[in-house]
């Protein structure tokens, strides 16, 4: 009977289609199949294949500082004076080196083993070197934005008892602005602060304000060893816009985010010589994990200058080998593209449609 027929296995299913398997169970209701990664599609991919030993963020930027030291890492264009020119960039090892002093500058303050910590700002080097400071001392990392105003920031540093916050000048002014409504709140720390133009008093009770220099100088002064986290601990509670309600927090593990990033290893890889652009906000999980998945490959990370609008600006200057992006994103360069040469009109035209025809035919028959 067709009962009795077999089935195709997985592996026979990958073969078939090339970027997926159907596992030859059903989920409960019967009507939806199971798939998986045709690169793994008996076992679910948990870490590396190459480094099954890395089973953490500290652990896996430990091994990218001892492999890629001398490497290009984080690169900036926009100079300390806040003008814009060339990148400058920090490698492996320096990097290493910041994330040990802002984890013990963060101890010295007395700030717990396991607490949460608010990074308020937008991509920039500091942000990475803050995340990885949380890793390497397990401390939990809480990007906040405000692009549904303060009231989210506020609730999100009082849902995830935020004890610590980094911030820049201008988020700085917001954060006082409803500072006595967050009693959790011990330090913040001023990203591009000036020691100077610190408030001299504490805006709140039991609260104290520094610029990310000092604290640098302070943990650099007075370093401490590592506390590095079990895979099981989380790493970041990553929180949604909130249009449904107020923001809800996904809570992540060490171990997840090993996981998704040795899966997306298996079907692409990077290399040193690789150079990423970072303007995708960092507060959503799709940067992150790129980030993650760039540094166990020792590539370098440039970040855009802060302004979408001169965002192919920071392409020109950076010329980076890899460019993540999002349809609304993608959806607007393709319009630009098209208005262009539709405005261009006559032979311009006409030779656009013929190389783009060529280069799209030539894809379809396996040529790049």
Known sequence: SDSLAPNPTAGEYAHVLG???????KLQTGKWNVYRSAHSPITLIDRFSDYPDIGTLHDNFVNAVETFRDCRYLGTRVHSDGTIGDYKWMTYGEAGTSRAAIGSGLICHGIPKGARVGL??????????????????????????????????????NHASVEAIFCVPETLRTLLSFITQMPCVRLIVVVGGVDENMPSSPAAAGMEIITYSMLHRQGHMSPQPFRPPKPEDVATICYTSGTTGTPKGAVLSHANFIANVAGQDLGVK???????????????????????????????????????????????????????????????????????????????????????????????????
């Open 19 to 25: 970027y997926s398997a159907v596992l030859p169970e």
């Open 120 to 157: 308020y700002f937008i991509n920039r080097p500091e942000w990475t070197i803050v995340d990885n400071a949380c890793s390497a001392y397990s401390y939990v990392s809480v990007p906040l934005y405000d692009t549904l105003g303060p009231d989210a920031v506020q609730f999100i540093v």
């Open 270 to 368: 990077f290399y040193p010589s690789d150079v990423y652009i970072s303007y995708l906000p960092l507060a959503h999980i799709y940067e992150r994990t790129n980030q993650i998945w760039l540094v166990h490959r020792g590539a370098a990370v440039g970040f855009y200058q802060g302004d979408n609008l001169k965002l192919m600006d920071d392409l020109n200057t950076l010329k980076p080998t890899v460019f993540a992006s999002v349809p609304r994103l993608y959806n607007k360069i393709y319009a630009a593209i098209t208005n262009a040469v539709k405005e261009s009109g006559g032979l311009k035209e006409r030779l656009f449609h013929a190389a783009y025809n060529a280069k799209r035919q030539a894809i379809i028959n396996g040529k790049e």
